[in-house]
């Protein structure tokens, strides 16, 4: 007898379902909560995650900062680059020079 088209669909959200359940597990499992402990101190247990987010979040702060000081110019400037270049293949006056003068146009 073949499934059903709906009976295929619940198959799959029941498999979601488990792996999704898998996945909390584990990231609940490495923040070392476990099932009856997060059932007898809910509150509690939320406030221990929230904490160690924070914490991680504090910590990770640090070193975004430190690598966008070398990412966001590396980005930055071939992005300029790009748009003056943009600028002078559409026919639009180049951008004024440092003495206040406009650049020369192609």
């Known amino acids: 007898m073949a499934r059903s088209r709906n009976d ?6 029941i498999v979601k379902l488990l792996v999704a359940s898998f996945l909390v597990g584990i990231v609940l499992s490495f923040l070392d909560i ?10 509690e247990t939320v406030s221990a ?14 070193y975004v900062v ?20 943009r600028r002078r293949r559409e026919g639009a006056p180049a951008a004024p020079t440092a003495d206040g003068s406009e ?3 192609k």
Do not use: E
């Open 8 to 13: 295929s669909s619940i198959l799959a959200t």
């Open 34 to 43: 476990d099932p009856l402990r997060l059932f007898q101190h809910f509150w």
């Open 49 to 62: 995650v929230v904490d160690r987010v924070a914490s991680f979040a504090s910590w990770s702060v640090r």
């Open 66 to 85: 430190l690598g966008a000081i070398v990412v966001v110019p590396l980005w930055l400037i071939p992005t300029i680059l790009r748009l003056i270049g």
């Open 103 to 105: 650049g020369t146009k």
